[in-house]
């Protein structure tokens, strides 16, 4: 009865439209009734569930009239190969565009800056309005359909996705979808005491659901926004702030903020959006007694999300960020029916902390059990491969598997922290982020610091600037080499070490995340040869990434398998294309060289590296320098 009702108002709606696509038919057509079922299973009694789904309806419809007609051929154009994103030819990086060329208009000025690298997937850091001074670095957005001022116009907005894409490249963009700013014009109605906006949130006008709530969630910044309700004065009010007191959950039990987010998504997505890193997904659901994170209903959201998405403009793809516990990170590709319908790409996060777990032990007995207990995602899914973002490095291994090796968790944890931020006895330069009573933190740092480069050039230390520069390059090789988006963290490609002028900024000094969001150094990029220490690992990434690209076995086929090697200071990995292309992907954590042995290629055989074309017979144990990473494929 629901679906037959709604389907014939949706084609009333169509035929009023006057929209001739006949792909958006047959799209609308094949999943409304998806749509429906998933709404329904979200808010089956809710008051306004009817009133939301039709406003819904209208919003799916107004916004591929929106949709400008280049931006509907590239729909149909990606849905003829629909993992665009897993191919070997993507190169992403990620970058503060004020952080990186003042505005809009100076990312545009870079274009051939990225092109000689071989970067053509840019992840635009927030960039919305938000309030000043504090905003999360963007993430507190004030409106979703206006550009912060400083970055330029909307307009500007799109003449840069205008240009990227006409150079071939793509743009990535967050959707902070958990929560908005205080001073969003919804938090702002409802502090006047609009009832329609107050439900845009959660409110409480006593602390007994906020403590009964605190009984089962995460707090994310103990330290400088400790629980997550924020008292306000003038109302005697709560409302709910897991982030930072002045960024406000959403409330997706109410129909109309999913409908009016879905409406802000598609809009974006119409600026000329490919890829939407959807921020903070894991924590969109929260219930008395149960756990915050990672909830059921937090996956029919997404699918929800992805389905309108589909519908309207489907040529975009969708990033979970959910660090979360692999086995949860897996689910948001989608499970069961939804398999490969929800979320198209997801963090490599587990992956990302534990090679500077196994850099700083020197072994990657962690590293490759966890990936050994990591379920397979599903065809047609990707991971984004990274080392370093924006944001601290959590340290949330699985307590068991670290059992399992014979240590003591938290004892391993405070190892490996002393080991980054302990400069007296070491080489890296990282600091504690979010520290608890017992010692255990997050981890702050840029990549060349945390690899020691920092101090080593500080000391002129020719031998440890070549090994960290070496554990750069190690790190990048990694990245480019498993299979997914390899995303490069602006200012790692030449090697740039801490900021520590962000204590300077009011609004930044009690977030020690700044200090690896560093101003870019032009004086650094277009003088290379004046800074061979850069330049090398600059020329080093520009040429691992052309091999990358220059060999599709790299593109992610769902074909990664670690090995086991026998040699607890090497990750080894095989990558295997269509073709019966074999690649071995080799590196060594350890400080010395060590050996690898030949019998997972076979011995005897001829194999090249394609990273420096060197041919070599495999023995039965074969040499592999310190922090060296080697692409092997075999020549017959
Ligand atoms: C994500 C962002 C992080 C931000 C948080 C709140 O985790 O990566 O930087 O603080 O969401 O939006």
């Not at 709604?6 to 084609?11: A, I």
């Not at 849905?79 to 004020?98: F, P």
Request: overall charge negative.
């Amino acid at each position: 009865m629901q679906q037959a009702y709604k389907l014939s108002k949706l084609y009333t709606l169509l035929n009023e439209s006057g929209i001739k696509d006949t792909y958006f038919h047959t799209r609308i057509g094949a999943n409304f009734p998806i749509l429906v079922d998933l709404f329904e299973k979200l808010y089956a009694s809710h008051p306004y569930k009817e009133e939301a789904f039709q406003t819904l309806t209208n919003y799916i419809i107004s916004k591929f009239q929106e949709r400008s007609a280049s931006q509907r051929k590239n729909d149909i154009e990606r849905s003829k190969n629909i993992n665009w994103y897993a191919s070997e030819q993507i190169v992403g990086m990620m970058l503060y565009t004020d952080r990186f060329n003042k505005d809009f208009k100076g990312i545009q000025n870079k274009i051939s800056y990225f092109k000689n690298l071989g970067v053509n997937t840019l992840h635009l850091m927030p960039f919305l309005e938000v309030p000043e001074p504090e905003n999360d670095g963007g993430y507190a957005v004030k409106n979703y359909r206006e550009t912060n001022p400083k970055l330029g116009t909307m307009e500007d907005f799109e003449n840069l996705t205008q240009n990227l894409h006409k150079n071939d490249m793509n743009v990535i963009v967050d959707f902070v979808l958990n929560h908005c700013s205080d001073q969003h014009e919804w938090a702002v109605k409802a502090k006047a005491g609009d009832e329609r906006y107050k439900d845009y949130f959660y409110f409480f006008s006593d602390r007994y659901l906020p403590d009964e709530l605190e009984k089962t969630m995460l707090e994310i910044f103990p330290d400088t926004a400790p629980g997550n309700f924020t008292y306000l004065q003038e109302q005697q009010q709560w409302v709910m702030t897991l982030f930072h007191t002045y960024q406000w959950d959403l409330n997706y039990k109410n129909p109309r903020v999913l409908v009016d987010m879905i409406d802000t998504m598609l809009f974006l997505a119409n600026k000329g959006v490919d890829i939407f890193r959807l921020d903070a997904v894991a924590y969109m659901w929260k219930d008395v007694g149960r756990f915050n994170q990672n909830l059921p209903e937090v996956h029919t959201l997404l699918q929800i999300f992805k389905l309108c998405g589909q519908i309207v403009a489907p040529g975009v793809a969708y990033i979970a960020e959910a660090i979360v516990a692999p086995e949860e990170i897996v689910k948001y590709f989608g499970e069961g029916w939804a398999q490969g319908d929800e979320c198209d790409i997801a963090y490599n996060a587990t992956f990302m902390a534990l090679t500077w777990e196994a850099i700083a032990s020197q072994n990657t007995d962690l590293l490759r059990k966890s990936m050994h207990s990591v379920p397979k995602k599903p065809m047609n899914t990707t991971w984004i491969n990274y080392a370093r973002c924006h944001d601290d490095i959590g340290l949330g291994f699985d307590d068991n598997l670290i059992r399992e090796l014979g240590k003591d968790p938290l004892q391993h944890r405070l190892y490996m922290l002393s080991y980054y931020c302990d400069e007296h006895h070491t080489w890296g330069r990282g600091k504690r982020f979010m520290q608890e009573p017992n010692g255990n933190a997050r981890l702050s740092g840029a990549m060349a610091s945390l690899c020691g480069l920092e101090k080593a050039m500080e000391l002129n230390n020719e031998h440890e600037i070549q090994l960290a520069v070496k554990r750069i390059n190690m790190q990048h090789g990694i990245i480019l080499s498993l299979g997914g988006i390899p995303m490069i963290y602006s200012g790692d490609e030449i090697a740039l070490t801490n900021f520590y002028e962000y204590t300077h900024e009011e609004d930044k000094k009690h977030d020690n995340r700044w200090l690896h969001r560093p101003l870019m150094k032009w004086e650094i990029a277009e003088h290379l040869d004046q800074y061979p220490i850069q330049r090398s690992v600059f020329d080093n990434l520009q040429h691992m990434i052309t091999v990358r690209k220059n060999n599709a076995v790299f593109a992610d086929r769902n074909d990664l398998r670690f090995i086991e090697s026998g040699n607890s200071h090497l990750l080894v990995y095989e990558k295997r294309a269509d073709n019966g292309k074999v690649v071995w992907g080799i590196a060594n954590f350890s400080h010395y060289e060590t050996l690898f042995p030949g019998w997972f290629i076979g011995m005897g055989r001829q194999v090249q590296n394609l990273l420096t074309q060197e041919k070599f017979i495999v023995q039965e144990q074969n040499f592999i320098g310190a922090y060296d990473i080697l692409w092997l494929a075999v020549e017959d």
